[in-house]
């Protein structure tokens, strides 16, 4: 008899213990974890519904917990396995301008960063459009336009980045224009103008007084000996305001149409008229072709 009574007495033990550990927790808390286990497969559900197949995994994840019902963690669990083969994944690939593999390449997708590195692991994306950047010190970024659809596992996307285009070269800052050159043919016929306007005053002054004095003294019986002085000065007089007039003009037109720049080979043609004893006379001169 007493051999019989300690597999009884074990019995007893169980049956009383399991209710004491199941009742461990408060049924406040039982009941509001059902409640987010339930949540959570409806929030998976109507992501997935939505083709957010990361964000619906996530949720699934979380309603296949173990603290979750057994029937939630049963549907949830299902859901999972149809969630991985249904989601697309993509592998990247860069190259140099060499054709030589690349891992030190950033890759944004629509704005954030989906990889630092390339690594060759599989990243896996909802089905859709995507918009990716590779980023590579060592040379100009390259976007891509993709679409993925769902169930595309590991599809490849490869990428070669191009040489740097070479340096623009510097252009010099522009100089200074040089200053106009001074040529010696206006100067020197500024001076011959000078020198016959100062003769032309003298011999028209000395011509005044002497006619005067021919005025006062034998007008109008003066010989011809006497009078002849007179018209020489005056032709004189006049040759040189001529070639003081012509000198200054040639002048005047040489130093306007000097070149503005000092290496052109200066212009000497050249147009003037001056007054001449009976009449005037017109001077045109250039080089010869």
Same mark, same amino acid.
């Given at each position: 008899m007493r051999l019989l009574q300690a597999p009884l007495c074990l019995l007893a033990f169980a049956f009383v213990a399991s209710p004491g550990?199941?009742?461990?927790?408060?049924?406040?808390?039982?009941?509001a974890q059902k409640q987010a286990c339930a949540d959570a497969s409806e929030q998976g559900q109507e992501l997935r519904d939505q083709g957010k197949l990361l964000a619906a995994r996530e949720r699934f994840l979380a309603c296949a917990a173990e603290a979750c019902p057994p029937i939630v963690?049963?549907?949830? /669990?299902?859901? #999972? %396995?149809?969630?991985?083969?249904?989601?697309?994944?993509?592998?990247?690939? &860069?190259?140099?301008?060499?054709?030589?593999?690349?891992?030190?390449?950033?890759?944004l997708e629509g704005g954030r960063?989906?990889?630092?590195?390339?690594?060759?692991? /599989?990243?896996? #994306? %909802?089905p859709g459009e995507h918009h990716l950047r590779y980023e590579w010190s060592g &040379?100009?970024?390259?976007?891509?336009?993709?679409v993925l659809r769902e169930g595309e596992r590991r599809r490849r996307l490869t990428v070669r980045f191009a040489a740097p285009a070479p340096p623009a070269p510097e252009i010099p800052a522009p100089l200074a224009p040089p200053p106009r050159p001074l040529p010696l043919a206006p100067l020197v016929l500024g001076g011959v103008a000078l020198a016959?306007?100062?003769?032309?005053?003298?011999?028209?002054?000395?011509?005044?007084a002497d006619y005067d004095d021919l005025d006062a003294t034998c007008a109008p019986r003066c010989t011809s000996d006497v009078i002849e002085p007179v018209r020489t000065k005056l032709i004189l007089a006049n040759v040189s305001l001529g070639v003081s007039v012509v000198s200054l003009g040639v002048a005047t037109f040489l130093w306007f149409d000097r070149p503005a720049d000092?290496?052109?080979?200066?212009?000497?043609?050249?147009?003037?008229?001056a007054p001449l004893p009976g009449?005037?006379?017109a001077f045109f001169g250039g080089p010869l072709p």
């Amino acid at each position: 008899m007493r051999l019989l009574q300690a597999p009884l007495c074990l019995l007893a033990f169980a049956f009383v213990a399991s209710p004491g550990a199941a009742a461990a927790a408060p049924p406040e808390d039982l009941a509001a974890q059902k409640q987010a286990c339930a949540d959570a497969s409806e929030q998976g559900q109507e992501l997935r519904d939505q083709g957010k197949l990361l964000a619906a995994r996530e949720r699934f994840l979380a309603c296949a917990a173990e603290a979750c019902p057994p029937i939630v963690r049963k549907d949830c /669990a299902g859901w #999972l %396995d149809d969630l991985d083969e249904r989601t697309p994944s993509i592998v990247l690939d &860069a190259r140099d301008p060499a054709g030589k593999d690349l891992t030190d390449v950033r890759v944004l997708e629509g704005g954030r960063v989906l990889a630092a590195s390339l690594d060759g692991k /599989a990243i896996a #994306l %909802d089905p859709g459009e995507h918009h990716l950047r590779y980023e590579w010190s060592g &040379a100009p970024a390259i976007e891509e336009h993709v679409v993925l659809r769902e169930g595309e596992r590991r599809r490849r996307l490869t990428v070669r980045f191009a040489a740097p285009a070479p340096p623009a070269p510097e252009i010099p800052a522009p100089l200074a224009p040089p200053p106009r050159p001074l040529p010696l043919a206006p100067l020197v016929l500024g001076g011959v103008a000078l020198a016959g306007g100062a003769a032309f005053a003298g011999l028209a002054a000395s011509a005044k007084a002497d006619y005067d004095d021919l005025d006062a003294t034998c007008a109008p019986r003066c010989t011809s000996d006497v009078i002849e002085p007179v018209r020489t000065k005056l032709i004189l007089a006049n040759v040189s305001l001529g070639v003081s007039v012509v000198s200054l003009g040639v002048a005047t037109f040489l130093w306007f149409d000097r070149p503005a720049d000092p290496r052109a080979k200066p212009r000497t043609t050249a147009f003037a008229v001056a007054p001449l004893p009976g009449g005037a006379a017109a001077f045109f001169g250039g080089p010869l072709p």
